[in-house]
């Protein structure tokens, strides 16, 4: 079962969908810890304020359950759910974020028209070095590449299996996130400057961008989650 955490903050059903579009056979909207504890994934979407999202979370107790959880099973944050995960936010003055990850979400420059709203690249990153053929760290398709030749594979997550580099994804956000360690970053994405839209960490994955807006590839993305094990 999929947890969807419901706390009032964007067109959660959308997501749900876009799982059960994917693959999913049971997907569930919830604020209820009880069933997001019994997932066997779970996904963090949103859009809005960081403020607000940290209040409604902490209300409804469910901060415990992400903290308890999000290393442990398969998790994926969409859009808000990213930013989350970050330390604090530059958003209605300093405010504080989850801390998953030690990082600052910034506002675009004045310079540069806000939201970012639309289909944009996202570039995916590589490894520093070479991971050992065969390790289930890398891709599928990766594997077979790298056996025999010096070439750099591509970040080992299997999130992005088969979304080729320069895909593009849809984006609405003001905000994005900065974060302090760059090995986290999965993807980049050029909006006047270049900012993390995908990051990922063991079974976390989190996008700036929307899967579930992002018509086929956007389902390849959410296909290769419903397919973790």
Request: glycine share 8%; net charge positive; hydrophobic share 40%.
């Amino acid at each position: 079962m999929i947890a969807v955490i419901d706390y009032g903050m964007g067109n959660l059903r959308s997501v749900a969908k876009a799982l059960e579009s994917a693959g999913a056979n049971e997907v569930k909207l919830s604020s209820d810890a009880g069933i997001i504890q019994q997932a066997d994934k779970i996904v963090l979407p949103g859009v809005g304020a960081i403020k607000e999202a940290m209040r409604e979370l902490k209300r409804l107790g469910l901060i415990k359950v992400i903290n308890k959880n999000i290393f442990k099973k398969p998790f994926l944050g969409i859009c808000l759910g990213l930013q989350l995960l970050f330390e604090r936010s530059e958003e209605g003055g300093r405010v504080r974020g989850l801390g998953v990850f030690k990082g600052t979400v910034r506002r675009f420059p004045d310079k540069l028209k806000v939201p970012h709203m639309g289909w944009n690249q996202i570039n995916i990153k590589y490894q520093k070095s070479p991971a050992k053929a065969g390790s289930r760290l890398l891709l599928n398709d990766e594997r077979e590449k790298t056996k025999n030749t010096n070439q750099k594979p591509k970040i080992s997550n299997l999130f992005l299996k088969n979304i080729p580099d320069g895909s593009y994804f849809y984006f609405c956000h003001s905000y994005y996130a900065a974060p302090q360690d760059k090995n986290i970053i999965a993807a980049t994405t050029d909006y006047g400057l270049e900012f993390a839209s995908a990051i990922r960490k063991d079974n976390l994955f989190a996008c700036q961008f929307h899967p579930e807006k992002s018509q086929s590839l956007g389902l390849k993305l959410l296909k290769n989650f419903v397919e973790l094990k």
